[in-house]
């Protein structure tokens, strides 16, 4: 499955954006689909994340303002992005693997396919 991001760009801090993924392959379960984000100079971080039967995860960070979707296609994700913060800002990825990760979706090694990546910049 290849997944091509889009959606990012440049905002100020409380603004909002939305990002898609697409996929180039309908996805059929069991599988988790996330958004990974890496901000320059630190480690790549899970963000949210869903899995085949709708079971949603978020980090802690982004709780409460961040959403993340998926149609029911199951070929196009989204992060919907509100109160958005200077320290959101980084490269966002979407990644893929078969099977459901549990608590171990925050790890970046456990995913088969990522996207490139699409930036989100939120000036102060």
């Known amino acids: 499955v290849q997944l091509v991001e889009s959606g990012g760009g440049s905002v100020q801090a409380g603004g909002s954006l939305r990002l898609s993924c697409v996929a180039s392959?309908?996805?059929?379960?069991?599988?988790?689909i996330a958004w990974f984000r890496q901000a320059p100079g630190k480690k790549r971080e899970g963000v949210a994340v869903v899995d085949n039967d709708g079971t949603i995860n978020y980090a802690d960070s982004v709780k409460g303002r961040f959403t993340i979707s998926k149609d029911t296609a199951k070929t196009t994700l989204d992060l919907q992005m509100d109160s958005l913060k200077p320290e959101d800002t980084a490269m966002y990825y979407c990644?893929?693997?078969?099977?459901?990760?549990?608590?171990?979706?925050?790890?970046?090694?456990?995913?088969?396919?990522w996207g490139q990546g699409t930036q989100v910049t939120v000036a102060a």
């Open positions: 990644a893929y693997t078969l099977g459901r990760l549990g608590s171990l979706w925050t790890r970046e090694d456990e995913y088969d396919s």
């Open positions: 392959s309908r996805i059929y379960g069991p599988y988790c």
